[in-house]
């Protein structure tokens, strides 16, 4: 089975910190593109992060300067470490990837089941 899944999501105060993780399974042998999106309710999903195999980032500008996203390739795992957090960064946060590799077939579009981050004020 081809999946991501993410963990670490939780309940934090306004300028708190989490970290995410994205881990593929066990079957996943390569990852390219990893992004991690988040929605929030009666919102559209909104692009936050993205690394590229070679270690390329690119953050939506509301989060630069606050969100971290890192990989180890070796454990086919990203992270996605957000301090300074606010209110507004309520929402459920999803991992993607845009190619994985499992026993020899390169599947597209993989997709996690998502975590909740809730930042009270």
């Known amino acids: 089975q081809v999946q991501l899944v993410e963990s670490g999501g939780g309940l934090v105060q306004a300028g708190g910190s989490l970290r995410l993780s994205c881990a593929g399974s066990r079957s996943i042998s390569r990852i390219n593109n990893i992004r991690w999106y988040r929605q929030a309710p009666g919102k559209q999903r909104e692009l936050v992060a993205s690394?590229?195999?070679?270690?390329?980032?690119n953050y939506v500008d509301s989060v630069k300067g606050r969100f971290t996203i890192s990989r180890e390739n070796v454990k086919n795992t990203a992270y996605l470490q957000m301090n300074s957090l606010k209110p507004e960064d309520t929402a459920v946060y999803y991992c993607?990837?845009?190619?994985?590799?499992?026993?020899?077939?390169?599947?597209?579009?993989?997709w996690g089941q998502g975590t909740q981050v809730t930042v009270s004020s």
């Open positions: 993607n990837a845009d190619r994985a590799l499992r026993l020899g077939t390169w599947y597209l579009d993989v």
């Open positions: 690394i590229t195999e070679g270690g390329t980032t």
